[in-house]
């Protein structure tokens, strides 16, 4: 079996997750020296793959509106996990704890009130700087300083730079009991300047010791795979003849612009554009460069860097949304590394 070279930390510091996923953030962790009291994740498929892998993990699977965390009062050095970006409603106020009820961003401020967690780290999608002019990230900053955190500059951080071969880009939030702040070092990690390719991810070489092994994996409709197989690696929508963009494109072909992952054949020279949840739609193709199909699940995977021994359960499609919406399991050990020296910092005499 293809594996990453081993680079297991041992600490004793705990950790709780939340929407936690097929396991990319909480592997990273763990292999950054995080020892996961409890994961929870709402979604079965995903938490049937947590459990497959890690059957000693305490995999919850629940609704996090039904969790209560007290329990574990005192016991956690990391609160983590990814709530999905929504929308607070806003009367020009400033929002307290209590406002931002009913969305899960207030369940993941709730467990870090209720387990009194150390320090948290939240990652979204780039988005969330931008989403509502900066208003809703601001309300999350001001809720997490109302519970007593100091937060951190928040922090987009490009995969590619940590050793992941995929262009995708995480916001972290990363925050520490006020108590501690006169202590606290956070230093980011530090970007590589050597950036993988997708050659990297599917052959043998410096990120697995071996040729990605064979698996399922969803196949184009014919229509689409006839023009797909016009597309040079490393080309888009633009390389077909004109007849074809125009068939393909329909409306959208006359209104311009790059949209360049279209139709989109990625290189073995390249690290692999942002997977999404489904490999085979029109706006993010990213077909293999010399065969005309979407990446197979266990290439998907390598792509996000996944041991090639993390198994996925559940239906094809739910295990490309589980690979999908990942953390890149390199770049959360890379901001693992830099919790635990965070928290390195904070517990020195």
Known sequence: MGSMPSKTHITNYTSIELFAGA??????????GFQHLMLNEIDKHAVATLKKNRPLWNSVCADIKSI???PYRGKVDLLTGGFPCQAFSYAGKKLGFEDTRGTLFFDFARALKESDATVFLAENVRGLLSHNQGKTLQSMLDVLEELGYHVFEPRVLKAIHYKVPQKRERLFIIGVKKSYRNRALLQWPTPSTEIYTLKDALLKGVLYNSDVPASPGQQ???????????????GYWRNLPVTL????MQ?????????????????????????????AQKQTERCHPDETRPFEVREYARIQTFPDTWEFEGPLTQQY??????????????????VANLLKSITRE
């Open 245 to 248: 963009q125009k068939e393909y």
């Open 23 to 32: 396991g990319g953030l909480a592997l990273g962790l763990e292999q950054a």
């Open 220 to 234: 184009y409709p014919q229509k689409k795979k006839e023009i797909l197989k016009h597309i040079p690696p490393g």
């Open 251 to 279: 409306k959208s072909y006359y209104l311009g612009g790059g949209k360049t992952g279209i139709a989109r054949r990625i290189s073995w020279e390249e690290p692999c554009l942002t997977l999404t949840c489904s490999p």
């Open 321 to 338: 949304r589980q690979i999908g919406n990942a953390v890149p399991v390199n770049l959360a050990y890379a901001v693992g590394l830099c």
């Open 68 to 70: 209560d965390f007290t």
